[in-house]
């Protein structure tokens, strides 16, 4: 079995599962309790807070919980954009967001925002030059996807960020859900405002997630109710779940240190492999991309008929982002870098993560090589 | 020793079949329930039969169950989702004053957008009145929430008539059943319910999953936008081991609900006994026929809450003085308040106790005699 689907979602850690049933079995109480075991509750969610913020080389005041990756870029965009509206109504962002990120701003759209979608070049990448020139003086966010999930286009974050310091009242929130433990963001320097990841891309539990906000950042929450997570998230909190993904962040951060480079490896082998497949396109960049995720067409072959031609052996892989993938559309993010729609129609994805061993990726190209020239075979006859 | 836990309806301990489920599906089910591979329809089936489980124990189908992060959020999405969706209506809102936080908060922020919200005044008893209600409802009333089961005293709200009502008026009526789900038999077949939130950390399932039950045909804005998971009505991977935990703590609170009900009416009167023969001055808050079994809230005059919980808490017995997300401060319960008039005696001088399934009679005998040695100490002084 070869699972090259982690953009998908990843198998949680066994390490991250044993903390997941020790903290329910041991800490039920509500952290919001006031007796001992609430008590108890509540100073593992501040060790937790504590834990994930020095994991991101933040302030633990910095931290809010979520349930995920669609309410971190949701509350995020439309957080900031609720509570800075009388300041201005402009918003950028790129044309190859997550759909959490890209229908949150066409729905501000609706209220009465005005966002400019920044377009992409070939490689997946918006240009700096034209970032700069969208700015206005009522721009109050920039929101910008890290990693884009499908390609592994990676965008100017950091000059992004060096660009946004001097500008007080333009705030920046990156969608750091698929760089977690591959592409490195640096939130240290203060320099980006909001920040969200989600646990399940990073072996973690679904339903999880946090939001990174920079001290003095304001936003209105998405939910009212109780004053959990300093009153911008109500709701009784997933400690369970909480403690589970921040085991899951440490050890993915430190598969970093040892793996990245087998990582990357892995990947510029199946490039390589790939490569010499009659009638491929690699719509992943060469240079600059994600060591994860590789997305490729091949000519003739429908993407669904691939997909599920290699899961009959038992190789999973998957049609672009796995929340749209139930629709026959092609991907807006590789018609947004100028792929035909005929080969976008084709394209699969393949994503991989620090348990991804050299065997797999061999046995990967084998089988696909074989699968490929099987349904050519039939598609001639 | 380890402390008699007397705050279930802050929060359950998660039943060890529940964690059980969910351990399995965390191992065996990894897969996003959105990819079209193996892995993603296992994934969907596993959330699917859950879905099927929670319809028809709730007398519903399937497709009218989302799934959220939790009570607070399903609350949110009632009431925001419908408030937006029918603004050109009426903005006209009708809820009560003992609503949880996650129900007045969303309420006021409402107000602040132009809605006008008429909240509920509750009798001694904590009970709305008829009367009252046909009163504040207006030909542009677009939404009624009334709550349950009150989460301080229990007390259970005229549901049936509230819903008969409102069949006739274009008013939706949600009822928040955080605290009455798994307590008493819910059933949205006979009673025309458009709206019902519940979360399953309260029976104990697991925390940070709860559901949203929509009727048919009736209409919600979102507000997470994103992915097209749960019909296109809440974006966000969906937490596929939650899930499977939420229905098999529905189906264990629907299996043993009548030995549980009689259990928690015998702990009951078995504290009020001991309150009784212990000679204490007490008085229970709450309706005296209509309540849920597993809400105890009683009235100790002299007795300074503050001081009481911390000496129950010492001698280890935990329970609290109203709902867990405004307990953090002790401030005066907004529910008995209602009930018996700003800065009444009662507000200051109560505490809730609530039963759970795992608790022994030996458990409450014990803790009723540490709550009368505590009261006396304190009366006395
Ligand atoms: C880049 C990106 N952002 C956001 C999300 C949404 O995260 P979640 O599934 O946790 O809601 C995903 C994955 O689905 C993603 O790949
Ligand atoms: C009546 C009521 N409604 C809503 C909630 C909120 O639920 P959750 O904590 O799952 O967000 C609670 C409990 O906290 C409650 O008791």
């Keep these: 079995m070869i699972y090259f689907d982690n953009s998908a979602t990843t198998k949680p850690y066994p390490e991250a599962l044993d903390t997941f049933l020790k903290v329910a079995q041991n800490y039920y109480a509500n952290p919001s309790s006031i007796h001992r075991l609430g008590s108890q509750s509540e100073e593992l969610l501040k060790r937790s807070r504590q834990q994930a913020a020095n994991l991101l080389q933040v302030s633990d005041k910095e931290i809010i919980f979520t349930s995920g990756g669609s309410e971190g870029n949701n509350l995020a965009i439309k957080g900031i954009a609720n509570y800075f509206k009388d300041r201005g109504k402009h918003i950028i962002t790129t044309e190859i967001e997550h759909a959490s990120s890209y229908l949150a701003c066409k729905q501000l759209e609706k209220e009465g925002y005005e966002v400019t979608y920044l377009p992409v070049d070939s490689e997946g990448k918006i240009s700096f030059e034209q970032l700069k020139q969208s700015l206005r003086k009522d721009t109050i966010l920039v929101t910008l996807i890290h990693v884009n999930n499908e390609v592994g286009s990676i965008q100017p974050i950091s000059e992004v960020a060096d660009l946004l310091k001097d500008k007080p009242t333009t705030l920046l929130h990156v969608d750091h859900v698929q760089g977690v433990g591959k592409v490195p963001l640096d939130l240290s320097q203060g320099k980006i405002d909001l920040c969200t990841i989600s646990g399940h891309k990073f072996h973690g539990p679904k339903g999880t997630g946090l939001l990174y906000i920079r001290h003095g950042v304001n936003l209105s929450p998405l939910f009212a109710g109780g004053s959990q997570e300093q009153g911008r998230r109500a709701g009784t909190e997933n400690l369970p779940g909480i403690t589970a993904m921040v085991k899951a962040l440490r050890m993915t951060l430190e598969f970093k240190k040892t793996h990245f480079s087998e990582l990357k490896r892995h990947k510029e082998k199946l490039i390589q492999g790939l490569s010499t497949i009659e009638g491929i396109t690699i719509h992943t960049p060469k240079n600059g991309s994600a060591p994860h995720i590789i997305n490729i067409s091949i000519k003739g072959l429908k993407a669904e008929v691939l997909v599920h031609a290699l899961e009959e052996k038992e190789v999973y892989v998957s049609t672009k982002s796995a929340c749209s993938s139930k629709d026959q559309q092609a991907s807006r993010i590789l018609l947004a870098m100028g792929v035909s729609d005929s080969d976008a129609k084709q394209a699969i994805r393949l994503s991989l993560s620090y348990q991804t061993t050299a065997e797999e990726v061999d046995q990967f190209l084998k089988i696909l090589k074989t699968q490929v020239a099987d349904l050519r075979q039939v598609m001639r006859s | ?381």
């Design chain 2, 1 to 381: 020793m380890e402390p008699i836990y007397l705050d279930h309806a802050a929060t359950t301990p998660i039943h060890p079949k529940v964690l059980e489920e969910m351990i399995r599906a965390y191992e065996t089910t990894p897969g996003n329930p959105s990819s079209i591979h193996r892995f993603g329809r296992d994934a969907r089936k596993l959330i699917e039969r859950s879905r099927d489980l929670v319809a028809k124990d709730l007398g519903t189908e399937s497709k009218q169950i989302v799934f959220t992060s939790g009570g607070t959020e399903a609350d949110n999405m009632a009431i925001i989702g419908t408030a937006f969706s029918r603004k050109d209506k009426g903005k006209h809102i009708i809820t009560t004053k003992i609503e949880h936080h996650a129900v007045l908060k969303t309420c006021e922020y409402l107000e602040t957008l132009g809605f006008e919200v008429d909240y509920l005044n509750v009798n001694e008893h904590g009970v709305i009145s008829m009367e009252d209600l046909k009163n504040a409802l207006r030909d542009d009333t677009i939404l009624v929430s009334i709550m349950y089961g009150n989460n301080e005293v229990g007390s259970i709200q005229p549901i049936r008539d509230i819903a008969n009502l409102l069949e006739s008026h274009q008013a939706v009526f949600h009822t928040d059943a955080v605290q009455a789900y798994g307590s008493i038999d819910i059933d949205v077949q006979d009673t025309p319910i458009d709206l019902l939130s519940m979360t399953a950390h309260k029976i104990n399932g697991p925390k940070g999953i709860g559901f949203l039950y929509i009727r048919k045909g009736v209409q919600l804005d979102v507000y997470q936008h994103g992915g097209e998971q749960e019909r296109k009505r809440r974006a966000g991977t969906q937490n596929v081991p939650g899930i499977v935990g939420l229905a098999k703590a529905v189906l264990l609170s629907k299996e043993d609900l009548a030995p549980r009900t009689e259990k928690y009416m015998h702990f009951r009167q078995c504290l009020l006994d001991i309150f009784d023969e212990s000679g204490i001055e007490y008085k229970v808050n709450g309706d005296p026929k209509y309540f849920l079994p597993h809400i105890l809230n009683v009235y100790f005059p002299g007795a300074n809450v503050e001081t009481l919980l911390t000496k129950l808490d010492l001698a280890g017995v935990a329970v609290s003085s109203g709902s867990a997300c405004t307990a953090g401060s002790i401030e005066p319960s907004h529910v008995l308040s209602a009930m018996f008039g700003k800065n009444a005696d009662e507000s200051r001088h109560s505490i809730r106790i609530s039963f759970g399934r795992d608790l022994s009679l030996e458990q409450v005998k014990e803790a009723g005699q540490m709550i009368v040695k505590s009261v006396r100490d304190l009366v006395k002084n």
